[in-house]
């Protein structure tokens, strides 16, 4: 019985002709001078990310899909761009190619089934820079005959492999850049740990690339020490916002709190921050009135905005701000009952769409108990030192194993530990004062350092 791939690739056949139709006989082909090889090689972990809007497995993915936004958001962050070219399967066509073409300085990838070399010249007719060839649907000879054609126009080879037995074919057969699939191609599953296996008997010297499954920063963490980079695609398009999605794919999900003016938000987002903090505490050197805090958000719209504050009754008086999050910052109540009913009394003042965060003083003698009891309901924890803004961290050994993957983790953290702090694999980090050149300022200089040491962690 046929197998998605086998239609993908017969149907692709019965185009061959409409192709040709369309680039002509003799199409003018200049060879590129972008060059995909040349930007995988960056110290971090690199990711080419795919402008798609559907597929065979999920159908429609982005049914507002332009092309144009997609390569200007991809832009600020990958190697390089991949554009879905099938029409049937997947939604695309050249033009897509063609429009990412002009609207980016990057590399770009057209993502085809192909097994004829007009497919090639039509990639290279509307813009890309390098090809897809797949082993699993090319025999040698197939694979030699396009990847010259290819490599004629200087086009960039990405080979695609799912198996040890490809695996050996693409090193016999002098491919530079190898693309492990972690999808089965029969029945359409993901498994990243397939990455991992055939990593192994990759050939010295070749960019290899992990294809499909890669949704978080943690994925990345966990094969970034074994390839040169990931190909992205449908977590990114599938909801939300296209920016924020990038950076929670490559930063995780952090936060800078305390922030103070509109340009200090501007470059925690342009670092790679998806929360920003904003305090509203009378007594704190980084509180904010409202009308600040609405000029914050409005000067920075691309960052998700968390109130802080260590009131315990009052939330009304932040409802209509249209916070992401309220985060809860007063002592630790006595008991559990009385921290969910803190908890319970904030949310009906702020409302159902403004999500309950409450921070946890670590170093209070009933704060592992407490940090428990609210995770089970489901709480987004913040674990910091003391009452917040200290500059200091905690002991992290005191930290659950049960809540340290749902918690951020806060307190003290700037360039020089957060390496030490990700290997704890928390939901994400907290910056503030360690990130500071004087008393609530916020250093671009420092952020990006801890943020780029960021990009970089991988599990090694």
């Known amino acids: 019985m046929p197998t998605v791939l086998d239609k993908i690739v017969a149907n692709r056949r019965t185009h061959l002709d409409g192709i040709r139709r369309r680039i002509g006989e003799r199409p003018s082909l200049q060879p590129s001078t972008r060059s995909l090889y040349d930007n995988l090689g960056a110290p971090e972990p690199s990711v080419i990310m795919e402008c798609k809007s559907a597929s065979p497995s999920l159908g429609s993915i982005r049914p507002d899909y332009h092309p144009d936004r997609l390569a200007s958001v991809y832009s600020r962050y990958a190697a ?10 997947f939604n695309g066509d050249y033009d897509h190619l063609a429009t990412v073409h002009r609207s980016t300085h990057l590399p770009v990838l057209c993502k085809d089934f192909i097994v004829d070399t007009v497919q090639i010249q039509a990639a290279r007719y509307f813009g890309a820079d390098a090809i897809l060839l797949m082993l699993s649907v090319l025999t040698d000879d197939e694979y030699t005959r396009l990847s010259t054609f290819a490599t004629n126009l200087n086009l960039d080879i990405l080979t695609e492999v799912i198996s040890g037995e490809e695996m050996e074919r693409a090193t016999r057969l002098g491919a530079k850049i190898i693309g492990i699939n972690n999808r089965d191609l029969n029945d359409l599953s993901v498994d990243i740990s397939r990455t991992e296996y055939l990593a192994q008997f990759a050939p010295e010297g070749v960019r290899l690339i992990s294809e499909s499954g890669i949704r978080t920063k943690q994925d990345i963490a966990r094969l970034g020490g074994i390839v040169d980079g990931f190909l992205v695609g449908t977590n990114l398009v599938k909801q939300g916002d296209v920016d924020t999605n990038a950076r929670t794919l490559l930063f995780g999900e952090n936060k800078v709190c305390g922030l103070r003016t509109g340009h200090a938000a501007q470059v925690a987002r342009a670092a790679g921050a998806v929360y920003g903090g904003l305090v509203f505490e009378d007594t704190s050197p980084r509180n904010v009135s409202r009308e600040t805090a609405g000029e914050i958000m409005k000067a920075e719209p691309g960052l998700r905005y968390v109130g802080v504050s260590r009131r315990t009754a009052g939330w009304e008086d932040l409802a209509d701000l249209q916070l992401h999050a309220i985060q809860i910052h007063a002592p630790l109540q006595s008991t559990i009952e009385e921290e ?59 930290i659950p194993a049960t809540i340290v993957h749902t918690s951020f983790l806060a307190g003290g953290l700037g360039p020089d530990n957060v390496a030490e702090a990700l290997a704890l694999a928390p939901r994400g980090l907290d910056f503030n004062s360690q990130v500071e050149n004087e008393e609530g300022h916020k250093d671009a200089h420092t952020l990006y350092s801890a943020f780029n040491t960021i990009r970089r962690y991988t599990h090694d």
């Open 80 to 89: 390089g761009i991949s554009v879905l070219c099938e029409p049937d399967y």
């Open 340 to 398: 969910k009913q803190l908890i319970k009394e904030a949310s009906e003042a702020v409302g159902p769409d403004t999500e309950i965060w409450r921070a946890i003083s670590m170093s209070k003698p009933n704060a592992v108990d407490i940090a428990e009891a609210l995770a089970a309901e489901g709480v987004t924890l913040l674990l910091d030192n003391g009452e917040g803004g200290t500059g200091e961290s905690f002991d992290w050994n005191t």
